[in-house]
């Protein structure tokens, strides 16, 4: 179970981390 | 045999199950189908299909583009409201299953449309099928969600519905490296990235529909038990979804919701050419766009925050907090702008953002305060077409009273100011309707058949 949970976790969280970080690099054009 | 794994009683959580595993479930739905939010970056390569690099006669205009990202918004919000019924009933897995084909396919028969060139079938795929899948995407996991997380539902649908606002972060770059990979000397890559992005996002949600599961009947979190003396606007009660649109909390709450994403919404739509226009010289359209994914990142990060926030200090009161904060920061955006102050300005947008995507995210929350977790889902798929109207009435406001200012021949710089004004109105509305909010009578209470009490 615990093993079913990291793995889903990592799943969604991997690919909303890459964008959260593409989007603050295009952010940063701002300052 | 897939048809009874995709059936509600399959999804019945045994024993002990860990509630936290069904949040992924919810976030990978709606990671997938907020690309909605990043459609804007196909509309340029929209207008080249033919031309390849340049736009030649024959080739679709940026009008007519617009139209699949406004078909498919009001789709979802009608989709939301037509088969909230349907989705409480069948469950959280089917009707998953059935929105991922819906957003997949409707990706898939756009493809078809780039191919024939036929504009109408990316109206039908993308805007009326994929619309489809994105509203019942949309309602399945929440009301799943709600009921896992009695004691914080705030928080529970905050999560799910962060990953609307968080799956335009990841379109919008994801889009462009497979337009861009696909690229060839024949083609801009666009019917290429329709298919991938089509079978990535179908795919994508399926860990959604493999993970997601519903709570037992009578299932309450270990230790947890309901509060003897709820809150005044928390029902223990149970409103169906005839009733509970017949009530007056319902339509209050309709206004509530429109007029708060009406206000974030207009922004959105012109956030790039008005941080341009406003500080004219002085921000570029590179800058502007870093601008643009500020206020996504904020809208993403909002819709946690805010949800979490109101499990704490109420669900009306997070309202009050959205509106009265609201009108405070949209009037004083002109003065911001005179005195040509971009930091203030950025902020005072973040936080506004950060407020609009609250806003969505704390409605279910709401929503389950007042007519409890029964139909949660159905009244929220209702709920919905405030969504589709103020996706019309916000962007037709900023950009028709920005034109009526330009035409009377105010700067640019100061062609916002009168708008800023009008969203202020907009919100106190909402802070009137939100301020009336009482509990639902008695008489809308669902019975049980055969039961008098």
Same mark, same amino acid.
Not at chain 2, 66 to 87: M, N
Not at chain 2, 88 to 107: D, I
Not at chain 2, 242 to 256: K, S
Not at chain 2, 305 to 331: C, H, K, Q
């Given at each position: 179970?615990?093993?079913?949970?990291?793995?889903?976790?990592?799943?969604?969280?991997?690919?909303?981390?890459?964008?959260?970080?593409?989007?603050?690099?295009?952010?940063?054009?701002?300052? | 045999?897939?048809?009874?794994?995709?059936?509600?009683?399959?999804?019945?959580?045994?024993?002990?199950?860990?509630?936290?595993?069904?949040?992924?479930?919810?976030?990978?739905?709606?990671?997938?189908? #907020?690309?909605?939010?990043?459609?804007?970056?196909?509309?340029?390569?929209?207008?080249?299909?033919?031309?390849?690099?340049?736009?030649?006669?024959?080739?679709?205009?940026?009008?007519?583009?617009?139209?699949?990202?406004?078909?498919?918004?009001?789709?979802?919000?009608?989709?939301?409201?037509?088969?909230?019924?349907?989705?409480?009933?069948? #469950?959280?897995?089917?009707?998953?299953?059935?929105?991922?084909?819906?957003?997949?396919?409707?990706?898939?028969?756009?493809?078809?449309?780039?191919?024939?060139?036929?504009?109408?079938?990316?109206?039908?795929?993308?805007?009326?099928? #994929?619309?489809?899948?994105?509203?019942?995407?949309?309602?399945?996991?929440?009301?799943?969600?709600?009921?896992?997380?009695?004691?914080?539902?705030?928080?529970?649908?905050?999560?799910?519905?962060?990953?609307?606002?968080?799956?335009?972060?990841?379109?919008?770059?994801?889009?462009?490296?497979?337009?861009?990979?696909?690229?060839?000397?024949?083609?801009?890559?666009?019917?290429?990235?329709?298919?991938?992005?089509?079978?990535?996002?179908?795919?994508?949600?399926?860990?959604?529909?493999?993970?997601?599961?519903?709570?037992?009947?009578?299932?309450?979190?270990? #230790?947890?038990?309901?509060?003897?003396?709820?809150?005044?606007?928390?029902?223990?009660?149970?409103?169906?979804?005839?009733?509970?649109?017949?009530?007056?909390?319902?339509?209050?709450?309709?206004?509530?919701?429109?007029?708060?994403?009406?206000?974030?919404?207009?922004?959105?739509?012109?956030?790039?050419?008005?941080?341009?226009?406003?500080?004219?010289?002085?921000?570029?359209?590179?800058?502007?766009?870093?601008?643009?994914?500020?206020?996504?990142?904020?809208?993403?990060?909002?819709?946690?925050?805010?949800?979490?926030?109101?499990?704490?200090?109420?669900?009306?009161?997070?309202?009050?907090?959205?509106?009265?904060?609201?009108?405070?920061?949209?009037?004083?955006?002109?003065?911001?702008?005179?005195?040509?102050?971009?930091?203030?300005?950025?902020?005072?947008?973040?936080?506004?953002?950060?407020?609009?995507?609250?806003?969505?995210?704390?409605?279910?929350?709401?929503?389950?305060?007042?007519?409890?977790?029964?139909?949660?889902?159905?009244?929220?798929?209702?709920?919905?077409?405030?969504?589709?109207?103020?996706?019309?009435?916000?962007?037709?406001?900023?950009?028709?009273?920005?034109?009526?200012?330009?035409?009377?021949?105010?700067?640019?710089?100061?062609?916002?100011?009168?708008?800023?004004?009008?969203?202020?109105?907009?919100?106190?509305?909402?802070?009137?309707?939100?301020?009336?909010?009482?509990?639902?009578?008695?008489?809308?209470?669902?019975?049980?058949?055969?039961?008098?009490?």
């Amino acid at each position: 179970m615990k093993a079913r949970g990291i793995i889903l976790w990592l799943a969604v969280g991997i690919p909303l981390l890459w964008g959260v970080m593409r989007t603050l690099q295009n952010a940063m054009k701002l300052f | 045999m897939a048809s009874s794994f995709l059936n509600r009683e399959s999804t019945i959580a045994p024993a002990g199950y860990n509630r936290f595993l069904v949040p992924p479930a919810a976030l990978a739905v709606h990671l997938s189908i #907020g690309q909605v939010y990043a459609f804007s970056t196909f509309n340029l390569p929209l207008t080249k299909i033919l031309g390849v690099t340049h736009t030649v006669p024959g080739d679709w205009n940026l009008k007519e583009i617009g139209w699949i990202f406004s078909i498919a918004i009001a789709i979802l919000g009608v989709a939301a409201a037509v088969f909230g019924r349907w989705v409480e009933r069948v #469950g959280p897995r089917k009707s998953m299953f059935v929105g991922a084909l819906c957003f997949g396919g409707g990706f898939i028969v756009s493809a078809i449309g780039i191919h024939y060139h036929a504009l109408w079938l990316l109206y039908l795929g993308y805007g009326v099928i #994929g619309g489809c899948g994105l509203g019942i995407c949309y309602i399945s996991p929440v009301s799943t969600l709600i009921k896992w997380f009695p004691d914080r539902p705030g928080m529970a649908t905050g999560m799910a519905i962060m990953g609307f606002g968080g799956g335009a972060l990841i379109a919008a770059p994801l889009s462009v490296i497979l337009m861009s990979h696909f690229k060839t000397a024949v083609s801009n890559g666009v019917l290429e990235t329709f298919v991938t992005m089509g079978v990535i996002y179908f795919m994508f949600t399926m860990i959604g529909v493999y993970s997601v599961r519903l709570p037992a009947e009578g299932w309450k979190p270990e #230790g947890w038990t309901p509060p003897l003396k709820p809150p005044a606007l928390v029902t223990q009660a149970q409103v169906a979804v005839d009733a509970a649109w017949r009530t007056p909390q319902f339509w209050l709450l309709w206004v509530v919701l429109c007029m708060n994403v009406t206000a974030g919404i207009g922004v959105l739509s012109q956030a790039s050419p008005m941080i341009q226009e406003i500080f004219t010289g002085r921000v570029t359209p590179q800058m502007a766009a870093g601008f643009v994914g500020l206020l996504s990142l904020f809208n993403m990060l909002g819709r946690f925050f805010w949800a979490s926030a109101s499990d704490y200090i109420g669900r009306r009161n997070t309202y009050f907090v959205f509106f009265a904060l609201g009108i405070l920061l949209y009037s004083t955006v002109p003065s911001i702008g005179s005195a040509g102050s971009i930091p203030l300005f950025v902020a005072a947008f973040v936080i506004i953002l950060s407020m609009y995507g609250g806003g969505f995210a704390t409605v279910p929350a709401y929503l389950r305060d007042v007519f409890g977790t029964m139909h949660v889902g159905a009244i929220h798929g209702r709920l919905l077409t405030a969504w589709s109207a103020a996706g019309v009435l916000g962007p037709v406001l900023i950009n028709y009273i920005r034109q009526y200012q330009i035409d009377r021949g105010i700067p640019k710089a100061q062609a916002y100011s009168v708008t800023m004004y009008i969203m202020c109105a907009l919100l106190l509305i909402g802070l009137i309707c939100n301020f009336c909010m009482r509990a639902v009578d008695e008489k809308y209470h669902y019975r049980a058949p055969g039961k008098n009490t």
